[in-house]
């Protein structure tokens, strides 16, 4: 069952979605390619587990956190960054696949006429090929990863570029999200946040840190955004 942990939900305009660990399960893939570069230096490994916790922040942020302290210098973390992404080149679709009622959410979002967008921390390039590869069945009025010169969330300047592209107050928009970045980013902005269970990170983080509503799967979301739709 949704719960409902601050105040009423909508009506939304608009559906602005995280990508990992929301609409895509990508943290193997991105397992995958991390280790291989730690692995190819000396450094430790992270179990998929450790990696659930270190994805989020961005590809620059994961590559230092995943190293030991004494190792997180940017004449370190800038060329491992620049080989995580090469290897993620070939890793990013092996495993990676949209969660179970993806495709249901994302039908009901057209037949209710509403706008959807995507806003990621992943850098913009991967985060295009993935809604462009794996989603390819739906078109998003926005897709925008991370990019040079934009601060990356839970900064609330990307969520609010989105909101000015799509012509609709922050206000109007739903904001879906699987991590504390997330719903510090809709709480930030003016959005309502809604955190996904299925995703990356633990309940605890998202109402620590703000999520108005949980949910557990993709159809209570239909639920919130039209109770009379049909799942």
Not at 105 to 114: N, V
Request: glycine share 8%; proline share 6%; net charge negative.
């Amino acid at each position: 069952m949704t719960s409902i942990i601050n105040k009423s939900p909508g009506p939304f305009k608009a559906v602005l979605f995280d990508l990992d660990g929301t609409l895509l399960d990508t943290l193997e893939d991105l397992a995958v390619s991390l280790n291989s570069i730690l692995e190819k230096h000396g450094y430790p490994t992270h179990s998929l587990d450790e990696c659930r916790m270190l994805v989020g922040f961005g590809m620059k942020a994961l590559v230092r956190s995943s190293l030991p302290e004494e190792s997180r210098d940017d004449s370190i973390v800038e060329p491992l960054m620049k080989e995580m992404q090469e290897s993620y080149e070939k890793n990013w679709k092996v495993n990676s696949r949209a969660y179970e009622g993806i495709d249901r959410l994302l039908d009901s979002i057209d037949r209710l006429g509403l706008k959807k967008a995507i806003l990621s921390n992943k850098p913009d390039r991967f985060t295009r090929l993935c809604a462009d590869e794996l989603l390819s069945s739906w078109t998003f009025d926005m897709v925008l990863g991370h990019r040079e010169g934009m601060t990356h969330k839970p900064d609330p300047q990307g969520a609010l570029f989105v909101s000015e592209f799509l012509g609709e107050d922050p206000s109007s928009i739903l904001y879906v999200g699987d991590s504390g970045i997330d719903m510090q980013t809709a709480t930030a902005s003016g959005m309502y946040p809604l955190g996904v269970l299925w995703g990356f990170r633990p309940e605890k983080e998202l109402l620590d840190s703000g999520a108005a509503s949980l949910v557990s799967s993709p159809e209570e979301i239909i639920a919130m955004l039209s109770p009379s739709e049909k799942i």
